[in-house]
């Protein structure tokens, strides 16, 4: 049986659209109420032209929420525990964004643009309502929105090269999450050094959505002597390279965390002294130690399809946590997931299992990333 999902006028497309279909694609999905490209009629040969070669993503699904006036900095820095002071525009921040119970409820990248205008370039929840109303409430002279912006990906080995082509050999000098504005030919980007991906590469953050189909083929024609290809953000892949996915890996809706069990840790300076949202639960948190702890785990035979919903993790047959995401990883030749378990389950703990749909598969702990 095959299922198409209908994108009607409530699931908005990107600018990039038309030219991915024009490119074959041939899955989507939902992601910030936009579709988003899933694949292009090949998986293994997107997966291995990014490991081994470039590829291009239609990612404007990575909307970017702006914070603009006097009071932008002040406003991000209330929305993460991460401490922001020395931050400086041009350079991104990976920063976590919790509730005031704690939990996690998006993980963006910060990118200040200035001290009166930041970008938070966000997954999967609607961090533009929650800061919005965070800046009321607060009386913060800032104003929230969605800018007319719209990320293209281009990841892999040969990225930096089709970066340099496009753009210029300025771009092989950006540090990671570091960025910078220009323009190609009159189109207007902001060029990052990122990408949801260990594979290195660039984002390029349209600031001109009517010409997304103008840069899609500026940068395959770009990419063409480097044999470039469309692809999309690849699940395996960030897998092997303990990536996180808001959503897949949590949601305050469904799968809940907090940012010590995720490996946030070692970002949130709670002796620094400044004021966010959350601060007194996570003060409680790191006061009792959290619970549960992030985990890779390796599931034994055959190779398993991925999970449409979350998989029990159990130790002889009782359910402890849970696995978020399952693949078979071809470069380890493993079946792999991540999940949450208990913060005292040893490393060699023995007895486990993942409950697939199928039944029990017996599994072992393995230390992220993979690969």
Known sequence: MTFSIHIGPNIRTSPFFEATVADGVRSFS???????????GDPEAEYDRLLNGVAMWDVAA?????LDGPDAMALAQLLTPRHLAGTKPGQGRYVPICDHDG???NDPVLLPLSRGCVWLSIADSDIALWAGAIARERGLDVAVSEPDVSPL??????????????????????????FRETDLDGIPLIV????????????????????????WGRVKEA?????????????????????????????????PANPFEMGFGPMIDLAAGHD?????ALER???????????????????????????ELCRDGAAIGHVSEIAHSRRLDRNIGVGLAPAHLAEDATGLSVRLPEGDRAARLAPLPFI
Request: hydrophobic share 40%; charged share 20%.
């Open 30 to 40: 939902v992601y910030n109420h936009m579709a988003i490209p899933g694949h292009f």
């Open 62 to 66: 990575q909307r970017q929420v702006q």
């Open 103 to 105: 939990w996690l409820i």
């Open 153 to 178: 990906a281009i990841q892999g080995p040969r990225a930096m090269d089709v970066a340099a082509a496009l753009i210029g050999d300025w771009a092989r000098e950006l540090r990671y999450f570091q």
């Open 192 to 215: 990052a050094r990122s990408g949801w991906s260990k594979q290195g590469g660039v984002e390029l953050y349209l600031r001109d959505g009517s010409r997304g189909t103008e840069l």
């Open 223 to 255: 990419g063409a002597p480097f044999g470039i290809g469309p692809g999309a953000p690849n699940d395996i892949e960030r897998l092997e390279s303990g990536l996180i996915s808001y959503g897949a890996d949590m949601r305050r809706q469904s799968l």
């Open 276 to 280: 966010f949202i959350g601060r007194p």
């Open 285 to 311: 948190i790191a006061s009792a130690g959290p619970t549960r702890r992030r985990v890779g785990v390796i599931l034994d035979g055959a190779p398993v399809p991925g999970n449409a919903r979350p998989l």
